[in-house]
């Protein structure tokens, strides 16, 4: 799931606070922690996208917040597979079958 960011001065209540006053609604609804809990409990496992770099992707995961966490390279996307977006035959068909970056070297 991909998390709001906020310039990394804020800590994760003032970002909270921010998110609340902004739009007006109830500070649980927006962090995505509710989610991971869900997930947790059906054994899923929770990665967290949105701006993470080195520093401050480890708390996360200490924090028991997300199990992974995705960080930018700028590294190309591969191209998708639709059809195995919700489900594929067989199931190890589609996220977990993608080819790993590879760079090109100079001709």
Known sequence: MVEP???EVLDEQAKIDSLAVETKSDTKAQSLVPFQRILK???IKFIAAGGFKRDNAAP?????DADGIILADGLPL????RNT???AD????GYVDYP???AKTPA
């Open 85 to 87: 977006f919700y489900g």
């Open 5 to 7: 960011r906020f310039d």
């Open 60 to 64: 996360k995961v200490e924090a028991g």
């Open 100 to 102: 790993y970056f590879a």
């Open 78 to 81: 591969n191209d998708y597979d």
């Open 41 to 43: 409990k059906g054994g």
């Open 90 to 93: 067989p199931p190890s068909k």
